[in-house]
């Protein structure tokens, strides 16, 4: 999308173009386990990860029923306090109900896969997945074209016929343990001038 591209505003008067990104729970998992033990509040650790206060009174309020967070008193700002209680090394990312989030488990499976394996076909994830948990063959697929236009993952060059396609993650892109988020933005592009304006916001989908 040539002619979308994100780029700075001309004239001085305008605000430059600014891209911002909604916090999910792996980075208000990190910030959480950083929090000092004397107690800390919601709108603290929204602050500090970059999420919104509702978002960080959400995750604390599912962390308390798992036991991993505890309400230790009440703010002179009438805020809950909460203490950490315990951690461990994966982040606790959980859907509505506080149990593990399906998508974010998808994701760090097929993430894991794609680490450990020096090339792979849909086939070959789909069945390295199928030992973690249950997935249908067309969300491979969209993690994998995502992540294909990424960058992140490079298609061998390869006699086509009956075979499957077989990928690669590119080494540069090799970043860490942790998947992945896919994103959609909020944007308000200016036909006439071709350029972006305002401030955006990057909310997650599912695949």
């Known amino acids: 999308m040539s002619a979308a591209q994100l780029k700075w505003a001309d004239e001085p008067k305008r605000d430059r173009f600014i891209m911002t990104i909604e916090a999910g729970q792996e980075e208000m998992w990190f910030t959480f386990r950083d929090m000092p033990r004397s107690g800390f509040t919601a709108s603290r650790l929204a602050e500090a990860s970059g999420a919104s206060k509702g978002r960080a009174e959400f995750y604390l309020a599912q962390l308390t029923r798992k036991g991993i967070a505890v309400n230790i008193g009440v703010s002179t700002e009438h805020e809950v306090i909460y203490s950490v209680t315990r951690v461990g090394v994966e982040p606790e990312v959980l859907d509505n109900q506080g149990l593990p989030d399906a998508d974010y488990q998808l994701r760090r499976v097929l993430w894991m896969c794609l680490r450990r394996e020096k090339t ?6 789909w069945t390295f997945a199928q030992d973690h948990l249950k997935v249908s063959k067309p969300k491979v697929l969209k993690f994998v074209k995502r992540l294909l236009v990424a960058g992140y993952v490079q298609e061998f060059d390869q006699q086509r016929g ?14 860490g343990k942790l998947p992945p988020r896919f994103c959609e933005a909020e944007l308000v592009y200016d036909v006439n001038e071709r350029v972006f304006f305002g401030k955006g916001l990057a909310h997650q989908v599912a695949l």
């Open 162 to 175: 009956d075979f499957e396609p077989v990928y690669y993650l590119s080494p540069r892109m090799n970043t």
């Open 120 to 125: 792979v076909t849909l086939s070959t994830l």
